[in-house]
């Protein structure tokens, strides 16, 4: 890929002086972010498929409690502590891991439309009080999950250094 130029930069122009220079020209809106729309799209793509292939090897039955889709959103989430942790803290990463894995891989891997999908389903089928209790055990799950590796990630980091 080419070098991206930083957008220009206007210099004030005065109108009573004859010899002010142009404003100059700024560079179009998004310039630049073809690279990063291109790794979020083929990680998120990546990550779809790959918790398709969850659903298609632990299928769930018609009003049963999701259980793919809450492991599914679990271990995204554990990962994402990790990433983070790992690409924020640690490695001196290039432009586009963060949205190639963190925004596209993992973004595409979680689901929480579908977890709201299922969540709607299970009320809809006269299980209100299960669909209740996937929200709340998903959304702590999915904290607690992010929250721990990070801190593990963060220990065992602190451990290696030493």
């Known amino acids: 890929m080419g070098q991206s130029r930083p957008p220009a930069v206007e210099e004030p122009v005065d109108p009573d002086l004859p010899d002010s220079p ?7 809106a998004g310039h630049g972010q073809l690279p ?3 790794a979020v799209s083929v990680g998120g793509g990546m ?5 398709y292939g969850a659903s298609l090897l632990w299928p769930t039955e018609a009003n049963a409690f999701p259980w793919t889709t809450f492991f ?19 490695w001196a990463a290039h432009r586009l891991v963060r949205p190639f894995f963190g925004t596209g891989v993992l ?9 709201a ?7 809809d089928g006269g299980r209100a009080a299960t669909g209740l209790g996937y929200l709340a055990a998903t959304l702590l799950a999915a904290l607690a999950a992010v929250w721990a590796t990070a801190r593990l990630t963060r220990r065992a980091i602190a451990w290696r250094t030493r």
């Open 22 to 28: 142009p404003p100059a020209r700024r560079a179009p």
């Open 36 to 38: 990063v729309v291109c």
């Open 47 to 51: 990550g779809a498929a790959a918790r």
């Open 72 to 90: 599914v959103n679990v271990v995204g989430c554990a990962v994402i502590g990790v990433f983070m942790v790992l690409a924020t803290e640690v």
């Open 107 to 115: 973004g595409g891997f979680t689901t929480f439309s579908t977890y």
């Open 117 to 123: 999908v299922d969540i709607q389903r299970l009320v």
